[in-house]
């Protein structure tokens, strides 16, 4: 059998689950590049409700991979794959698509998704070494990646408000020649908890 119809195979349940929120994040995406061609705040909403979606697989896979005992090293890493895909890049596209489109702002995006990489990252590795100490990760080491969706909640509902692109709220200000909205603070806010090391959060 060729090895590719043999990887196929070898998915679970829960990696297919895994598999839907990477592709829901990537809908999301496609949503925000088409606002931006469009104008069309629908586009907006779509992608919000993609994100959205993609939370509801990614709290189910971990629970269908716990019903079945079908956790695995390879679930982890399309696991972190997804949630950078659905929870990072997602939320930056549509916080630009939005309005977030200054010079300063795109540096904040970046800055929250890298944030996003590295807390995946990190957390990968902390959680083999207390898994292998005590058999169960007790808590999360910063705040889980998928609490960005409380920024892309935030996004529909500015959209739903008509206050997106020059309307977004608290203005506009300049930092080295360049525009900053303060809506980018939060998503710097969300990138720095992630990976705060001093914030512990009981894993259920």
């Known amino acids: ?26 809908a ?40 079945r005992h079908r956790a695995s090293a390879m679930g982890r ?19 630009f698509a939005a309005g977030l489109t200054g010079l300063v702002d795109a540096l ?9 990489i590295s807390r995946l990252a990190r957390y990968n590795i902390t959680a083999e070494e207390l898994a292998a100490e005590t058999g169960k990760v007790a808590y999360f080491e910063g705040t889980p ?22 309307d977004l709220p608290g203005g506009i200000v300049g930092v080295a020649g360049h525009d900053l909205h303060w809506l980018s603070l939060l998503y710097v806010l969300s990138g720095s908890l992630m990976i705060s090391k001093t914030l512990h959060i009981p894993k259920p």
């Open 1 to 26: 059998m060729p090895r590719h119809f043999s990887m196929i195979r070898d998915f679970h349940l829960a990696d297919l689950l895994t598999l839907a929120n990477g592709a829901c994040g990537t």
């Open 28 to 67: 999301a995406i496609f949503f925000a590049l088409d606002h931006m061609r469009q104008g069309a705040a629908g586009k907006l909403y779509a992608g919000g409700a993609s994100v959205v979606l993609a939370l509801v697989f990614d709290v189910a896979d971990g629970r269908v991979a716990r019903w």
């Open 77 to 95: 890493e399309l696991d972190s794959l997804a949630d950078v895909i659905s929870f990072g890049v997602a939320p930056a596209a549509l916080g």
């Open 108 to 116: 904040a995006l970046l800055y929250f998704v890298c944030c996003g």
């Open 145 to 166: 990646i998928p609490t960005s969706v409380l920024l892309v909640i935030l996004l529909v509902a500015l959209t739903w408000a008509g206050s997106i692109g020059p």
